[in-house]
């Protein structure tokens, strides 16, 4: 039962479904983004070739309808490596693949933390085929996190003009919540953050003040049609 428990909230942690407003103190976050790349895999042709750069532990993975999806990531960082699963490792800017490789690139989260966002970039687009695709997530309004390795934040102007630098065409980047999830994510976030690493704490914490804050700030945030200040920006992209 206790290795059930585990599994379903490790399932909603990533890829929370509606309901996992009451478990996960991300919710508003990271169901924006699970929504999101889950409607770009579904585009995608099945057997493609996917990169997952900045791969964590693949959370992704079983979206993409694909035998051959690579996961590369740095030594260290802000994970414990026994979290990650990395077909690959490199120095976080030098992709060891050669060009043309990939039909799809996927990096979530991972360019607020690189010294060299824009080469990092380049080469995304150096490993994908031509026609290839790119998903990429970046916070906008978020703490800092993983540090000391959390470097920037993107507006939706910023992440346009750094993939058009390199080299990427009919780039589509939009914001993720308003102002209303934005600021009930963060206070959720920072209560259940704050209170310690007791279990039956945080649930209380969790059933008490994460949960109603966040089905809050989610309805108001749709009343208003997502206005104002986002959590994070998406973009999508494609190599000529």
């Given at each position: 039962?206790?290795?059930?428990?585990?599994?379903?909230?490790?399932?909603?942690?990533?890829?929370?479904?509606?309901?996992?407003?009451?478990?996960?103190?991300?919710?508003?976050?990271?169901?924006?983004?699970?929504?999101?790349?889950?409607?770009?895999?579904?585009?995608?042709?099945?057997?493609?070739?996917?990169?997952?750069?900045?791969?964590?532990?693949?959370?992704?993975?079983?979206?993409?309808?694909?035998?051959?999806?690579?996961?590369?990531?740095i030594a260290g960082g802000g994970h414990a490596e026994r979290a990650k699963q990395v077909d690959a490792y490199f120095d976080g800017l030098h992709i060891p693949f050669s060009d043309n490789s990939f039909?799809?690139?996927?990096?979530?989260?991972?360019?607020?933390?690189?010294?060299?966002?824009?080469?990092?970039?380049?080469?995304?687009?150096?490993?994908?085929?031509?026609?290839?695709?790119?998903?990429?997530?970046?916070?906008?309004?978020?703490?800092?996190?993983?540090?000391?390795?959390?470097?920037?934040?993107?507006?939706?102007?910023?992440?346009?003009?750094?993939?058009?630098?390199?080299?990427?065409?009919?780039?589509?980047?939009?914001?993720?919540?308003?102002?209303?999830?934005?600021?009930?994510?963060?206070?959720?976030?920072?209560?259940?953050?704050?209170?310690?690493?007791?279990?039956?704490?945080?649930?209380?914490?969790?059933?008490?003040?994460?949960?109603?804050?966040?089905?809050?700030?989610?309805?108001?945030?749709?009343?208003?049609?997502?206005?104002?200040?986002?959590?994070?920006?998406?973009?999508?992209?494609?190599?000529?």
């Amino acid at each position: 039962m206790r290795k059930k428990i585990k599994l379903f909230l490790s399932r909603n942690l990533f890829q929370p479904q509606w309901y996992a407003v009451i478990i996960n103190p991300y919710f508003i976050a990271r169901r924006h983004l699970f929504l999101a790349i889950r409607k770009f895999a579904l585009a995608q042709e099945k057997e493609k070739r996917v990169l997952d750069v900045g791969c964590g532990n693949k959370p992704y993975r079983n979206l993409f309808a694909t035998k051959e999806y690579i996961g590369i990531d740095i030594a260290g960082g802000g994970h414990a490596e026994r979290a990650k699963q990395v077909d690959a490792y490199f120095d976080g800017l030098h992709i060891p693949f050669s060009d043309n490789s990939f039909d799809v690139v996927i990096c979530t989260q991972v360019l607020e933390h690189s010294t060299n966002p824009d080469g990092l970039l380049k080469e995304m687009h150096r490993v994908l085929t031509p026609g290839g695709a790119l998903f990429v997530t970046v916070p906008f309004v978020w703490g800092e996190h993983e540090q000391p390795f959390d470097f920037r934040r993107y507006t939706t102007f910023g992440l346009r003009a750094i993939c058009l630098e390199a080299g990427f065409t009919s780039v589509n980047v939009r914001a993720t919540t308003g102002i209303f999830g934005t600021i009930t994510q963060l206070f959720s976030a920072h209560v259940f953050e704050v209170v310690g690493a007791k279990v039956w704490l945080r649930a209380l914490v969790m059933l008490t003040v994460c949960f109603p804050v966040q089905l809050c700030g989610t309805v108001c945030d749709t009343l208003l049609c997502h206005s104002g200040a986002s959590l994070d920006t998406i973009g999508t992209a494609n190599k000529l």
